[in-house]
């Protein structure tokens, strides 16, 4: 099976969790658990070619124009990662299974897990430096959802908006870095970068890169000064909580530093900043574990403590110390894996995590204590376990550590004072739960044993554990040739896993961490168990979490500023400044770069003159001068001579040979006139007529704005007309013209260049104005669903209204699409209803005929779309509905999935994103039939066009039909006791 499968496997199991009923428990854990086994046991075959030294690619061609492929790869170190991040990932979801209450929201709870699982799967293969960027924030987003699930708590909302807003951030900054990464080699393919290392070391721009990519690397993997986030997230459901911070989301960041050691490792930078950072986690997540009470938050220091030792090894710019980090990687998953899974246990059954509350716990649940007390035994470095080789590693590092004289002193004592700490934090967790006086009768619930298969996912992990502490070489050695080896650049450094490795100094230290850390423990065990000691001067002089909220305080007041500024509920000032700035930079730009290229004339002969163009464009002119002059007394009236305006565009277009721009803009016009007539009658009055202009200053300053504002559409217009001139008058051959039409035919399988242009060559472009234009309509809908017009008694009276009030109900009016009274054409419903299937002949026509003559879906859906309005106008928003059953989200929805469907099957054929296919088919009865894939491209944009436009009169037709209402008879029903005797005898 291919490398794309350990990746869409889980996002597709997503989708199916969701969708599932909410009290099928085991359904939903079943499914995601043989997905996340399936994709481990896919992975796990692929060791034998890994441990080689091969590396599995697999490549889907996206823009190769711009070296952005999909590229999946798979070498020994990715398949390390992704054996952790599926294989723990089927433990958590047999694990959940039993921990979920039937109660929560389970569906929503796989479904987030599965993406969650698929986007760092798409982290550790990612074979271009963009797409890990992609996933890199797919992983934050998932992580946010699973850390706000339970959303009715306040702490899992902050704690889940914390840990985005700082991963985000710094995955903005990663962007930037991976940018200026692959300028600097010339491309954003991993294998390529990796092979640059020296090129990107000797580059001005090399510390630029270092610090931009570290920022993302830091901010994942919480390290200081960003490793306030990490705690917080503990209110996620246990679950989440081994998956993300065991093996997962907090390891992304050291995987990215493992990741790019061969390309940024080896330099002075590198190891300050690496280092630093790494050692002052390291000792801030230990010390501060120690003081925990709540179980999680112990775990989630001591988490940050060992992300530190990983990140210190990484910033010693030693090969064999790249080594250690890999290997306490692994191990570290394990253990902490299983005692995140413990505490959920202890929590599950007891009904508290607090420390104090809880003391001799191995009476009632002996096998919970019993791998507990191992796995913690692990944390702590104890011989005989995983967690005694690896950082036996490293403290073997720290004293062969080559820097500064004061450095290589001080690392060795920093590593076993460290060392102390997660003994004491590891007695805490076992000797302080499990043994001591018994105090169940205590607790909220009587403590007993899980169900066998909740702790089937610690004892797999405990038995790693021992098997890698007590046989490191047959466990474990060939797996860590295999994942270390492309970190070190592919030259494994000589290095021995044995148990033993004689008396020496790293042995030495190990047992003086150990000895130190029960002195340590007996010493504290006091004043830490009452919770004296819940505040120490060290931790309360660290105010990164402080710093984080006067951070985000000033960027919302500094935001809240900038909209007084800039903000206002008037149309004309925002437009301004808009209309400004654009002149301004195109201004600045043509000043820096000459006028020349503008003022200068080509050599292109001009058309002859004709007065018949002459005088369209005069009306044109005249019409527009009059939607001017018009707007300041009437909308409506301004609204009309705007359309007159654009039918002059529109026969301009057709003058100039240019019929689908022409038909375009005709369907544009008449969706959009009837929209922004929808939405007239809701805009307030203009700011002047509401304070009387009763002084000299008054009128003097609505004469300036006038000026300023007439000054700059000159401008505006002219510099448009200037562009356009210089542009039209070139040589044909000096534009971008023949590129196209030569091409439209033989590779676009289509004679309309602009629809092959849209659909093909500017497919992508495509892809992006729909997606657009649905989002707008999206946020449109959902702003007027919060939206309440004023009640009847405050709307304006009909000479002040900017939309008569007749005209606007009458817009809605069931009978007739005009009020009798005021002498308007009354139209029968039934003959404009006879108009809809008429246009949708139409529309089908004009789709059809796209690919080869003017027309297209977006004109196609526009055509429909105005027959929908007309329905709306005649039978009112509620009968169409009734009627119907449009649902335009659901058009749009599908809209999206042809179209992006319709790109990605180029992939099957091994072609780019978006590459056309043309075939002929011959049909019986109608002979040989071209079809090109372009086709269905079309069908996504004409349904997202009908869909978009839909929503938008939808949402606009219920506040018409909210705000202005006619007046109806009073029934009895409606009346008061005491008046509906009179009102049921027809007395008023």
Same mark, same amino acid.
Request: glycine share 8%; charged share 10%; net charge positive.
């Given at each position: 099976?291919?490398?794309?499968?350990?990746?869409?496997?889980?996002?597709?199991?997503?989708?199916?969790?969701?969708?599932?009923?909410?009290?099928?428990?085991?359904?939903?854990?079943?499914?995601?658990?043989?997905?996340?086994?399936?994709?481990?046991?896919?992975?796990?075959?692929?060791?034998?070619?890994?441990?080689?030294?091969?590396?599995?690619?697999?490549?889907?061609?996206?823009?190769?124009?711009?070296?952005?492929?999909?590229?999946?790869?798979?070498?020994?170190?990715?398949?390390?990662?992704?054996?952790?991040?599926?294989?723990?990932?089927?433990?958590?979801?047999?694990?959940?299974?039993?921990?979920?209450?039937?109660?929560?929201?389970?569906?929503?709870?796989?479904?987030?897990?599965?993406?969650?699982?698929?986007?760092?799967?798409?982290?550790?293969?990612?074979?271009?430096?963009?797409?890990?960027?992609?996933?890199?924030?797919?992983?934050?987003?998932?992580?946010?959802?699973?850390?706000?699930?339970?959303?009715?708590?306040?702490?899992?909302?902050?704690?889940?908006?914390?840990?985005?807003?700082?991963?985000?951030?710094?995955?903005?900054?990663?962007?930037?870095?991976?940018?200026?990464?692959?300028?600097?080699?010339?491309?954003?393919?991993?294998?390529? +970068?990796?092979?640059?290392?020296?090129?990107?070391?000797?580059?001005?721009?090399?510390?630029?890169?270092?610090?931009?990519?570290?920022?993302?690397?830091?901010?994942?993997?919480?390290?200081?000064?960003?490793?306030?986030?990490?705690?917080?997230?503990?209110?996620?459901?246990?679950?989440?909580?081994?998956?993300?911070?065991?093996?997962?989301?907090?390891?992304?960041?050291?995987?990215?530093?493992?990741?790019?050691?061969?390309?940024?490792?080896?330099?002075?930078?590198?190891?300050?900043?690496?280092?630093?950072?790494?050692?002052?986690?390291?000792?801030?997540?230990?010390?501060?574990?120690?003081?925990?009470?709540?179980?999680?938050?112990?775990?989630?220091?001591?988490?940050?403590?060992?992300?530190?030792?990983?990140?210190?090894?990484?910033?010693?710019?030693?090969?064999?110390?790249?080594?250690?980090?890999?290997?306490?990687?692994?191990?570290?998953?394990?253990?902490?894996?299983?005692?995140?899974?413990?505490?959920?246990?202890?929590?599950?059954?007891?009904?508290?995590?607090?420390?104090?509350?809880?003391?001799?716990?191995?009476?009632?649940?002996?096998?919970?204590?019993?791998?507990?007390?191992?796995?913690?035994?692990?944390?702590?470095?104890?011989?005989?376990?995983?967690?005694?080789?690896?950082?036996?590693?490293?403290?073997?590092?720290?004293?062969?550590?080559?820097?500064?004289?004061?450095?290589?002193?001080?690392?060795?004592?920093?590593?076993?004072?460290?060392?102390?700490?997660?003994?004491?934090?590891?007695?805490?967790?076992?000797?302080?739960?499990?043994?001591?006086?018994?105090?169940?009768?205590?607790?909220?619930?009587?403590?007993?044993?899980?169900?066998?298969?909740?702790?089937?996912?610690?004892?797999?992990? +405990?038995?790693?554990?021992?098997?890698?502490?007590?046989?490191?070489?047959?466990?474990?050695?060939?797996?860590?040739?295999?994942?270390?080896?492309?970190?070190?650049?592919?030259?494994?450094?000589?290095?021995?896993?044995?148990?033993?490795?004689?008396?020496?100094?790293?042995?030495?230290?190990?047992?003086?961490?150990?000895?130190?850390?029960?002195?340590?423990?007996?010493?504290?065990?006091?004043?830490?168990?009452?919770?004296?000691?819940?505040?120490?001067?060290?931790?309360?002089?660290?105010?990164?979490?402080?710093?984080?909220?006067?951070?985000?305080?000033?960027?919302?007041?500094?935001?809240?500023?900038?909209?007084?500024?800039?903000?206002?509920?008037?149309?004309?000032?925002?437009?301004?400044?808009?209309?400004?700035?654009?002149?301004?930079?195109?201004?600045?730009?043509?000043?820096?770069?000459?006028?020349?290229?503008?003022?200068?004339?080509?050599?292109?002969?001009?058309?002859?003159?004709?007065?018949?163009?002459?005088?369209?464009?005069?009306?044109?002119?005249?019409?527009?001068?009059?939607?001017?002059?018009?707007?300041?007394?009437?909308?409506?009236?301004?609204?009309?001579?705007?359309?007159?305006?654009?039918?002059?565009?529109?026969?301009?277009?057709?003058?100039?040979?240019?019929?689908?721009?022409?038909?375009?803009?005709?369907?544009?016009?008449?969706?959009?006139?009837?929209?922004?007539?929808?939405?007239?009658?809701?805009?307030?009055?203009?700011?002047?007529?509401?304070?009387?202009?009763?002084?000299?200053?008054?009128?003097?300053?609505?004469?300036?704005?006038?000026?300023?504002?007439?000054?700059?559409?000159?401008?505006?217009?002219?510099?448009?007309?200037?562009?356009?001139?210089?542009?039209?008058?070139?040589?044909?051959?000096?534009?971008?013209?023949?590129?196209?039409?030569?091409?439209?035919?033989?590779?676009?399988?289509?004679?309309?260049?602009?629809?092959?242009?849209?659909?093909?060559?500017?497919?992508?472009?495509?892809?992006?104005?729909?997606?657009?234009?649905?989002?707008?309509?999206?946020?449109?809908?959902?702003?007027?669903?919060?939206?309440?017009?004023?009640?009847?008694?405050?709307?304006?009276?009909?000479?002040?209204?900017?939309?008569?009030?007749?005209?606007?109900?009458?817009?809605?009016?069931?009978?007739? +699409?005009?009020?009798?009274?005021?002498?308007?054409?009354?139209?029968?419903?039934?003959?404009?209803?006879?108009?809809?299937?008429?246009?949708?002949?139409?529309?089908?026509?004009?789709?059809?005929?796209?690919?080869?003559?003017?027309?297209?879906?977006?004109?196609?859906?526009?055509?429909?779309?105005?027959?929908?309005?007309?329905?709306?106008?005649?039978?009112?928003?509620?009968?169409?509905?009734?009627?119907?059953?449009?649902?335009?989200?659901?058009?749009?929805?599908?809209?999206?999935?042809?179209?992006?469907?319709?790109?990605?099957?180029?992939?099957?054929?091994?072609?780019?994103?978006?590459?056309?296919?043309?075939?002929?088919?011959?049909?019986?009865?109608?002979?040989?039939?071209?079809?090109?894939?372009?086709?269905?491209?079309?069908?996504?944009?004409?349904?997202?066009?009908?869909?978009?436009?839909?929503?938008?009169?939808?949402?606009?037709?219920?506040?018409?039909?909210?705000?202005?209402?006619?007046?109806?008879?009073?029934?009895?029903?409606?009346?008061?006791?005491?008046?509906?005797?009179?009102?049921?005898?027809?007395?008023?």
């Amino acid at each position: 099976m291919p490398l794309l499968s350990l990746v869409a496997l889980p996002f597709l199991g997503s989708l199916l969790a969701a969708f599932l009923p909410a009290n099928a428990r085991n359904t939903e854990s079943t499914l995601a658990g043989l997905i996340a086994l399936a994709c481990a046991v896919q992975a796990a075959m692929y060791f034998p070619e890994v441990a080689a030294g091969g590396v599995i690619r697999q490549e889907f061609n996206w823009l190769p124009s711009l070296g952005l492929n999909f590229v999946l790869r798979m070498d020994g170190y990715a398949w390390m990662f992704s054996m952790l991040v599926l294989g723990i990932g089927a433990l958590v979801m047999l694990y959940a299974r039993y921990y979920m209450s039937p109660a929560d929201p389970v569906p929503r709870f796989f479904s987030f897990l599965l993406a969650f699982m698929g986007a760092m799967s798409g982290v550790v293969l990612s074979g271009n430096l963009i797409q890990i960027v992609l996933f890199w924030e797919l992983t934050s987003l998932f992580s946010f959802l699973l850390i706000g699930y339970w959303h009715h708590r306040r702490d899992a909302r902050r704690g889940a908006r914390m840990a985005l807003t700082v991963t985000g951030a710094g995955g903005l900054c990663l962007l930037a870095g991976m940018l200026v990464l692959g300028h600097i080699v010339g491309s954003y393919d991993l294998d390529v +970068v990796l092979a640059s290392g020296v090129q990107v070391r000797t580059h001005p721009l090399y510390t630029v890169v270092l610090v931009l990519v570290l920022l993302g690397a830091l901010t994942k993997s919480a390290q200081f000064p960003f490793h306030f986030w990490l705690p917080h997230a503990m209110a996620a459901p246990t679950p989440v909580s081994a998956y993300l911070h065991s093996a997962t989301m907090v390891k992304a960041g050291v995987f990215l530093m493992a990741r790019l050691w061969p390309v940024l490792a080896g330099t002075d930078e590198w190891f300050w900043l690496v280092t630093s950072a790494g050692l002052a986690t390291l000792l801030i997540g230990g010390f501060a574990a120690i003081f925990q009470h709540d179980l999680k938050g112990l775990l989630a220091y001591s988490t940050l403590s060992h992300l530190g030792l990983i990140t210190t090894l990484l910033g010693l710019n030693s090969p064999l110390a790249a080594v250690a980090a890999v290997f306490h990687i692994l191990n570290h998953a394990t253990f902490k894996a299983s005692l995140f899974m413990a505490v959920g246990i202890i929590d599950h059954e007891t009904g508290t995590r607090d420390i104090r509350r809880l003391s001799g716990l191995r009476r009632a649940m002996p096998i919970t204590a019993t791998l507990a007390c191992v796995a913690s035994a692990a944390m702590a470095g104890v011989p005989l376990l995983n967690g005694f080789i690896s950082k036996e590693m490293f403290f073997t590092e720290a004293v062969f550590v080559t820097a500064t004289p004061l450095f290589e002193r001080l690392l060795p004592i920093v590593a076993t004072v460290a060392g102390m700490f997660s003994v004491v934090y590891s007695l805490r967790f076992t000797a302080d739960v499990f043994f001591g006086p018994d105090t169940c009768a205590t607790l909220p619930k009587r403590p007993h044993e899980p169900p066998h298969w909740m702790r089937v996912p610690i004892e797999v992990l +405990v038995l790693a554990c021992l098997l890698v502490g007590v046989a490191p070489q047959w466990a474990v050695q060939d797996i860590l040739n295999a994942a270390a080896a492309p970190v070190v650049g592919g030259h494994l450094p000589a290095f021995d896993l044995a148990v033993w490795h004689g008396f020496n100094l790293p042995l030495v230290m190990s047992f003086v961490a150990l000895a130190g850390g029960i002195v340590l423990y007996a010493l504290l065990r006091g004043p830490m168990h009452g919770g004296h000691l819940q505040r120490t001067p060290l931790l309360s002089q660290i105010r990164s979490k402080q710093i984080f909220h006067d951070v985000l305080a000033w960027l919302t007041a500094l935001s809240r500023r900038a909209l007084r500024l800039f903000g206002t509920r008037r149309l004309q000032p925002q437009l301004l400044l808009l209309v400004g700035v654009t002149v301004g930079s195109a201004t600045a730009t043509l000043w820096l770069h000459g006028l020349g290229p503008v003022v200068s004339t080509g050599t292109r002969p001009p058309l002859t003159f004709s007065p018949m163009f002459a005088l369209l464009w005069a009306v044109g002119i005249g019409a527009s001068l009059g939607a001017v002059w018009q707007a300041k007394y009437h909308r409506l009236t301004a609204l009309a001579l705007m359309s007159v305006s654009g039918l002059v565009t529109v026969v301009t277009f057709a003058w100039f040979s240019a019929p689908d721009l022409a038909l375009t803009q005709l369907s544009v016009e008449a969706v959009t006139t009837v929209l922004i007539l929808l939405g007239l009658r809701w805009l307030p009055k203009r700011l002047e007529e509401q304070v009387p202009r009763r002084n000299w200053w008054g009128r003097l300053k609505v004469r300036t704005r006038r000026a300023r504002d007439l000054t700059l559409a000159l401008l505006s217009g002219l510099g448009m007309a200037a562009l356009s001139y210089a542009l039209m008058t070139r040589p044909f051959e000096q534009t971008i013209s023949p590129f196209f039409l030569e091409r439209a035919l033989p590779e676009g399988g289509g004679r309309n260049v602009v629809n092959v242009m849209l659909v093909d060559f500017r497919g992508f472009d495509t892809l992006g104005e729909i997606t657009v234009l649905g989002v707008v309509a999206l946020t449109v809908y959902a702003l007027l669903r919060r939206f309440r017009p004023a009640p009847e008694s405050t709307v304006l009276p009909p000479q002040q209204q900017a939309v008569p009030a007749d005209l606007a109900t009458d817009l809605i009016n069931p009978h007739m +699409v005009a009020d009798p009274a005021q002498g308007y054409l009354m139209v029968p419903a039934v003959l404009v209803r006879l108009v809809l299937p008429l246009a949708a002949v139409v529309a089908v026509y004009l789709f059809m005929r796209g690919h080869n003559a003017p027309g297209g879906g977006f004109v196609a859906g526009l055509v429909l779309s105005t027959a929908f309005i007309l329905q709306y106008i005649v039978s009112g928003t509620q009968w169409v509905e009734a009627h119907m059953h449009l649902r335009p989200q659901r058009w749009i929805a599908t809209g999206l999935l042809i179209a992006t469907a319709t790109g990605l099957g180029a992939f099957a054929l091994g072609y780019p994103f978006l590459t056309t296919h043309t075939a002929h088919v011959h049909l019986p009865l109608v002979g040989d039939f071209h079809v090109a894939s372009a086709l269905f491209y079309d069908i996504g944009v004409f349904a997202l066009v009908v869909g978009a436009t839909l929503l938008i009169l939808t949402a606009l037709g219920h506040q018409s039909v909210r705000g202005h209402r006619r007046p109806r008879q009073a029934s009895a029903a409606d009346a008061t006791p005491e008046v509906a005797p009179a009102l049921a005898q027809g007395e008023h």
